[in-house]
């Protein structure tokens, strides 16, 4: 049976599956039940007590973070998690154009289209027999309307 807790990627219609092609395994990732909405706009005067509210929000751009393992040879960790984040770029004339792409998270039962971010190392850097790295990867949700549940 596969392991339900991992994150796939789509790139231009390819599905690809971190942990069989990158030997990345996902260690945490934001809840994500609904966007995030914008505040309401209210207003407020002194010779009222509380405060009237105009009922009408929008959807909210918002980041997501993941946290990933990489689990795999140790001479090679840094050039395979490089390997890895160029999948969300192309490149022209040196200048980086990211590309949307489909976040699935089998774990959290959600997908949505993003942009890659940032990236941030965490705390653990382990040589052992297999090297061992986990970072933090922040994806931008332009779109939140088009989150799907239940992947």
């Known amino acids: 049976m596969d392991n339900i807790c ?20 996902l260690q945490d ?4 039940f609904m966007p995030n909405i914008a505040d309401y706009y209210t207003e407020s005067y002194p010779e009222s007590n509380g405060e009237f509210i105009y009922p009408v929000t929008k959807l909210e751009a918002e980041d997501y973070t ?11 960790i840094s050039k395979d998690i490089n390997s890895f984040l160029q999948l969300f770029f192309d490149d022209f004339d040196n200048i980086k154009k990211a590309k949307e792409v489909v976040i699935i998270n089998e774990y959290k039962g959600v997908n949505f ?8 190392a965490g705390d653990k850097f382990i040589r052992s027999q297999n090297g061992i790295a986990n970072f933090t990867i922040t994806f931008r949700i332009t779109k939140p309307d088009s989150i799907g549940y239940n992947t």
């Open 113 to 120: 289209p993003a942009y890659f971010k940032s990236i941030s």
């Open 66 to 76: 993941v946290k990933m393992v990489y689990v795999g040879d140790q001479a090679s």
């Open 6 to 25: 991992k994150i796939k990627i789509g790139i231009g219609g390819v599905i690809i599956d971190l942990e069989t092609q990158y030997r990345l395994y």
């Open 29 to 32: 990732s934001d809840a994500l």
